[in-house]
Nanobody, 120 residues
Framework: QLVESGGGLVQDGGSLRLSCVGS????????MGWFRQAPGKEREFVAA????????YYADFVKGRFTISRDNARDMVYLQMDSLKPEDTAIYYC???????????????WGQGTQVTVSS
């Protein structure tokens, strides 16, 4: 129901934009989020956006570098990642939930993930 794209290999300081397309009929009513999981680490929250896009929330380690946005007309959510660092290397997952609180903590719906690798 959620499919990510846009991952890849980028150099330190570079940029990538991740995309996620949702197929749930209630996409425009869902809060959306991005998580990531680095090798040997637990999955962690990155960013979230409310159903209408008016409220966003970021993990401290991405503030000022990443921007989450959505286009409900296209059932899309994006994560613009700038000033990437090697420690941003991870699999990035798109997530959805009807609750903006739950989408940041334990969302119900997940994508399969897309790999982001930042080389030094």
């Amino acid at each position: 129901q959620l499919v990510e794209s846009g991952g890849g290999l980028v150099q330190d300081g570079g940029s990538l934009r991740l995309s996620c397309v949702g197929s749930r009929p209630t996409f425009s009513e869902d809060a959306m989020g991005w998580f990531r999981q680095a090798p040997g680490k637990e999955r962690e929250f990155v960013a979230a956006i409310s159903y209408g896009g008016g409220t966003v929330y970021y993990a401290d380690f991405v503030k000022g570098r990443f921007t989450i946005s959505r286009d409900n007309a296209r059932d899309m959510v994006y994560l613009q990642m700038d000033s990437l660092k090697p420690e941003d290397t991870a699999i990035y997952y798109c997530a959805a939930d009807v609750s903006f609180t739950r989408v940041r903590l334990n969302p119900r719906y997940w994508g399969q993930g897309t790999q982001v690798t930042v080389s030094s």
